[in-house]
């Protein structure tokens, strides 16, 4: 469960330096400041907050400073969702939210998995208080957030002691040649999922679990096939890890990429957008089933639409599910171009024809009944809520790995043989819905979300 944080006690300080060789010299630092300040006589006065923050501060290095060494790395990463987390603005706008409508008793609570260093290091009260983020944190989950992962402290996501601050950077080199300006050290745990669960499973501050990408994944048969995060969203290619260092033939990609891509200026947005289509397209199979022609005399002819999940490593859509829409889109007219049926279509602002759009609570226009979306909605004490932080319950509709969803439509047939019915289905996609990004107070950024297309059929029948 995520708790929320508490100042650095004086205690899990010394935990977290227990075995390293520098508490020696941080016992004696501070002895040294205690013996020039404290004239009582008391050299056990524990250290402070200051000092822990100080402690991160110098150990949590800037993404920079690795591109030095690390040039294809910082690329990769610098255009990821993690390098955009804390300027995200459709995360900033939330976090705002989230403290006006809990009073500020959340404060941090968006920061533990969005930026860990700025509670480690900053102290912010929560994302907005810019004065207080320092230009490490604005970096989201940088290179160190991941890099200084302690030895077996998989559990709580900021607390302290699951960061390590001595010069080593961990990962999955065995054999690690030495550089002048880190120590390495292999650590079997990257390539293992565990590393992404602290973030990749979301509890609210009531214990409940909202986005569970890591627990649906660990459910599946993937762990079993050997296939981490890490094997879809890493891919390897052979290359030099750092700068000087030798040809490996397994390097890893950092981009990492799911659904999001940036709503602002920032790079890689195109490769970003092109890469999101490439891994929809792949992560499901669309089957049509309908008769080969339509008899009048039945009135309606049914069209099976079959969704079926087949290489996503976890349920589609995963995360952040309450946001997400995958949805289906089915036309058929006749061969004069009449339609006979339609769902899945927009309304003017955008939106789906449900509970999101502004012109079907208005009575403009008809509620699409036909609607199947993929998603997951939050609700609280019975009601949807667009504050999934706030939720009691979340209702799932999303597919799980290697499991299917079948629809079934039952289209009218026009009452005169040799005329023909048009079919075109579209599995689409996106992130977010217009509705959301206007309750974020961030109408401007509608028209750079993408719509995905994931998989499309078309074809006719004839009427007999
Ligand atoms: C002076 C050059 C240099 C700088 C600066 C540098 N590294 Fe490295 N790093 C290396 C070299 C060389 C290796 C070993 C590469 C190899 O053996 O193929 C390495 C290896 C690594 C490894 C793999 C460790 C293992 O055993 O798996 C990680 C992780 C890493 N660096 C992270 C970082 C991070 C994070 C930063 C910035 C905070 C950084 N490095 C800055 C040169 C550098
Ligand atoms: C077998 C390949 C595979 C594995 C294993 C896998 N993923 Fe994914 N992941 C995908 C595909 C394909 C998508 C795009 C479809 C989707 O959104 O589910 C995706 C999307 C995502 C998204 C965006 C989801 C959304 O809808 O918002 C996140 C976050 C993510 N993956 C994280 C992870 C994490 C963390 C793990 C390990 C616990 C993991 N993935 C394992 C293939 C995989
Ligand atoms: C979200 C977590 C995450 C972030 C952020 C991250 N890395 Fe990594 N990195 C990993 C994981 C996991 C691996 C090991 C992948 C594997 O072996 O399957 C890795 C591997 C590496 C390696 C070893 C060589 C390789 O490619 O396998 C280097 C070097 C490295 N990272 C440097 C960096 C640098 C530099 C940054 C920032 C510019 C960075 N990483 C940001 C998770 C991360
Ligand atoms: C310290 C927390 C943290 C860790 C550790 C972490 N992530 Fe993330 N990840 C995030 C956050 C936060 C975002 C979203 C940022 C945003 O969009 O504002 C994200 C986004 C992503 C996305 C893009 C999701 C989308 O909707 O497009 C993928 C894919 C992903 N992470 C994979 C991984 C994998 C794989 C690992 C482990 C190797 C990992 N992450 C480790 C915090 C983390
Ligand atoms: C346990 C870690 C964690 C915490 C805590 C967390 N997030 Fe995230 N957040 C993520 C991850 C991981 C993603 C990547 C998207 C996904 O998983 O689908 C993400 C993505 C997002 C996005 C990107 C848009 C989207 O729909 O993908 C927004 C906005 C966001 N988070 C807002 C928040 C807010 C507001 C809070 C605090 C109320 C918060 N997050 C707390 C892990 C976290």
């Given at each position: ?30 002895a ?9 006589g ?8 200051k ?64 930026s ?17 983020i ?25 607390n ?91 390097v890893?990609r ?18 970003t ?23 009048i ?6 069209i ?9 490593g ?37 939106d ?15 509620y699409?009944?036909?609607?199947v ?51 075109s ?13 206007r ?26």
């Open positions: 469960m995520l708790r929320k944080r508490e100042l650095i006690s004086a205690y899990e300080l010394f935990a977290l330096f227990r075995n390293t060789a520098l508490i020696a010299a941080f016992v004696s630092v501070l040294v400041a205690a013996g020039c300040k404290d004239d009582s008391n050299n056990t006065a524990p250290p402070t907050r000092d822990s923050s100080e402690i991160f501060r110098k150990a949590f290095a800037m993404p920079e400073d690795c591109r030095v060494c690390h040039p294809q790395h910082f690329e990769e990463w610098q255009r990821s969702m993690h390098a955009y987390a804390m300027i995200d603005p459709v995360y900033l706008a939330f976090d705002s939210i989230k403290n006006i409508r809990s009073n500020g008793k959340l404060g941090q609570f968006c920061l533990e998995c969005h860990p260093t700025a509670i480690l290091i900053d102290n912010a009260p929560h994302s907005s208080a810019k004065d207080k320092s230009p490490i944190s604005a970096h989201g989950v940088s290179c160190d957030v991941c890099h200084r992962l302690a030895p077996d402290q998989p559990s709580a996501v900021t302290s002691s699951r960061f390590t601050t001595d010069s080593a950077r961990r990962g999955s080199i065995i054999d690690p040649v030495p550089n002048s300006y880190h120590t390495s050290l292999y650590d079997s745990r990257y390539e293992q999922s565990i590393v992404c669960k602290n973030c990749h499973d979301m509890y609210t501050d009531g214990g409940l679990l909202i986005e569970k990408t890591y627990t649906e994944w660990k459910n599946s048969s993937f762990p079993g096939r050997a296939l981490s995060c890490q094997s879809c969203h890493m891919k390897f290619y052979s290359g030099k890890a750092a700068k000087g260092g030798p040809d490996r033939e397994r890893h950092h981009q990492m990429v799911g659904v999001d891509v940036p709503l602002i200026d920032f790079p890689g947005r195109e490769e957008i092109a890469e999101v289509q490439d891994i929809l397209h792949y992560s499901v199979k669309m089957d049509v089933l309908a008769s080969e022609s339509a008899r005399s039945d009135k309606t002819l049914p099976k639409v079959k969704i079926i999940n087949v290489l996503t976890h349920s589609i859509p995963s995360g952040a599910v309450f946001n997400r829409q995958m949805w289906l889109e089915v036309i058929v007219t006749d061969e004069r171009g009449d339609t006979l049926f339609a769902t899945g279509l927009l309304d003017r602002n955008g789906l024809r449900n509970n999101t759009s502004e012109e079907v609570k208005a009575g403009k226009i008809k699409d009944s036909n609607l979306v993929y998603t997951g909605s939050a609700y609280k004490h019975g009601v949807e809520t667009h504050f999934a932080w706030e939720a009691d319950y979340i209702e799932e509709r999303m597919i799980p790995p290697f499991d299917s969803r079948t629809n079934l439509f039952n289209i009218p047939i026009p009452k005169r043989s040799g005329a023909d019915m048009r079919i289905v579209r599995l689409r996609f996106r992130a977010m819905s217009p509705a959301l990004l309750l974020a107070g961030r109408a401007d950024l509608i028209e750079k979300l993408p719509t995905f297309e994931m998989e499309r059929y078309s074809g006719t029948i004839p009427v007999k």
